[in-house]
Nanobody, 124 residues
Framework: QVQLVASGGGLVQVGGSLRLACAAS????????MGWFRQPPGKEREFVAG?????????YAESVRGQRFAISRDNAKNTVYLQMNSLKPEDTGVYYC????????????????WGQGTQVTVSS
């Protein structure tokens, strides 16, 4: 059974940093895209970042582009990471890791596997 387990969320002040991790089990995703979405309170789930299997291609939502967020992966550990810096209150939400067999998509329905989510709260 495939599982994606996200960790690393928490409460942080504006301008702080967090590093999320998502460990996959039950299947190797080294050839597949992995990514992160988030769901702010009362809003729809939205794309944050995606990364190709060989880490050559990375995608970011406009709201986190500019080196504020960085996605990376370690295929030996079957794990994807999201380094988040200069956090803002609007970054608050539940962060979900995900994996796709067909590339990176900004649509939720483009992804095949989902983790359980980890809460990130940025206080001002």
């Amino acid at each position: 059974q495939v599982q994606l387990v996200a960790s690393g969320g928490g409460l942080v002040q504006v301008g702080g940093s967090l590093r999320l991790a998502c460990a996959a089990s039950g299947r190797t995703f080294s050839s597949d895209h992995m990514g992160w979405f988030r769901q702010p309170p009362g809003k729809e789930r939205e794309f944050v970042a995606g990364i190709s299997g060989n880490s050559v291609t990375r995608y970011y939502a406009e709201s986190v582009r500019g080196q504020r967020f960085a996605i990376s992966r370690d295929n030996a550990k079957n794990t994807v990471y999201l380094q988040m810096n200069s956090l803002k209150p609007e970054d608050t939400g539940v962060y979900y890791c995900t994996a796709s067999l067909t590339g990176t998509h900004e649509r939720v329905d483009g992804w095949d596997y989902w983790g359980q989510g980890t809460q990130v709260t940025v206080s001002s």
